[in-house]
């Protein structure tokens, strides 16, 4: 049997708290739910939630995620992780960046691992530290993610730099099976790691309409909590490490353009939609389009553009099925832009 280090749990605390790291993809929100954070941080926090309601129920995905945590935390409501659950997967939907990060640590936590691993990887790339944790496990056990240790100890490295208690332990219990050759390789991913995660939220926050603030709760630090400590189940004989690549998988290269290839692609005609943005001005929509329209990934969709109170959703659409549009959105996440599937039109 290989050697295993298991993570028992996500802790409330570190599912909540790592937002705080940075802006959520989000538009400014509405004055109802910004009225609601400045109830929750003066500690009224039932009138907090009533707030929020309004805005949630009509799609604000600010609401929506600050109604996550309070049922989440208990805190104005009952405890209802259930419904917690259900709020961050509406506001990810709606492209808020922290509700799918919380969402993604919610399954991985309640059991649905391979759902949840997207979303894991996706977290982790923005630099989350409690997905860098989760995602370096997988790595090292070779559980819901190809065994690389190199790749293991660097996020487990990176999670540990953002104050993870549990990633200091995982890193000294990773020490006893992971050759110092290995550890050396994981320090230059590591960097390059990083480096990726900082180009990715500034990316994110330049679509997001820089110096606007999102009116979204926090909770308590990550580290207050965090995930729950890691201990060891050894075996007689560890498994032999694989050699690995020190640096990030390259980028594919572009395919050989053809005479035709300046051609417009023919129009889409399906009715999946992929969301690529929210702005509080409608003008910053269209020069984002502008930017990323062109893209292999949109060939043949349209722009569509859905008010929805006080912001303007970016949407591309005319996807023939939810896995042509979840490809789409892959390719995009790949070259650092944010998006999510948003459903049928």
């Known amino acids: 049997m290989a050697s295993i280090i298991t993570a028992k749990g996500l802790g409330k605390a570190a599912l909540l708290g790592a937002g705080a790291m940075w802006a959520a993809f989000a538009a400014p929100a509405l004055a109802d739910v910004k009225a609601g954070v400045d109830a929750w941080s003066a500690g009224d926090f039932s009138r907090a939630v009533t707030e929020w309601q309004g805005p949630a129920a009509a799609g604000d995905p600010d609401a929506l995620f600050n109604l996550a945590q309070a049922y989440r935390l208990g805190r104005g409501v009952e405890v209802d992780n259930a419904r917690a659950r259900r709020l961050y997967e509406d506001a990810a939907r709606l492209g808020h960046v922290k509700a799918a990060d919380n969402f993604g640590l919610m399954l991985f936590q309640e059991g649905e691992q391979e759902k949840a691993m997207p979303l894991i990887q996706a977290a982790a790339d923005r630099g989350d530290p409690r997905a860098q944790y989760v995602l370096g496990l997988s790595h090292f056990n070779a559980d819901y993610a190809p065994r690389d240790w190199v790749r293991a100890y660097a996020l487990m490295t990176l999670a540990n730099g953002s104050g993870l208690p549990q990633a200091r332990d995982a890193l000294a219990q990773m020490d006893k099976y992971v050759p110092q050759g290995q550890r050396a390789q994981a320090q230059s991913l590591a960097r390059e790691l990083e480096a990726g995660a900082r180009a990715q939220r500034s990316t ?97 969709t349209r722009k569509v553009l859905v008010p929805s109170g006080n912001i303007t959703r970016l949407m591309a659409i005319g996807f023939g099925s939810e896995a042509e549009a979840s490809r789409a959105c892959a390719a995009l996440k790949r070259e650092g832009k944010a998006c999510v599937v948003a459903g049928q039109g």
């Open 204 to 300: 994110e926050l330049a679509a997001a309409e820089l110096g606007v603030q999102p009116a979204v709760v926090t909770a308590v630090p990550a580290a207050a909590q965090g995930v729950a400590r890691v201990p060891v189940v050894t075996a007689a004989k560890p498994p032999a490490p694989v050699a690995v690549a020190a640096a990030a998988a390259p980028k594919p290269a572009p395919a050989a353009r053809s005479a035709s290839a300046s051609a417009p692609a023919p129009r889409k005609a399906g009715s999946w939609r992929v969301q690529l943005g929210a702005f509080g001005v409608a003008a910053n929509a269209d020069r984002l389009w502008r930017q990323i329209g062109g893209q292999g990934a949109l060939a043949g």
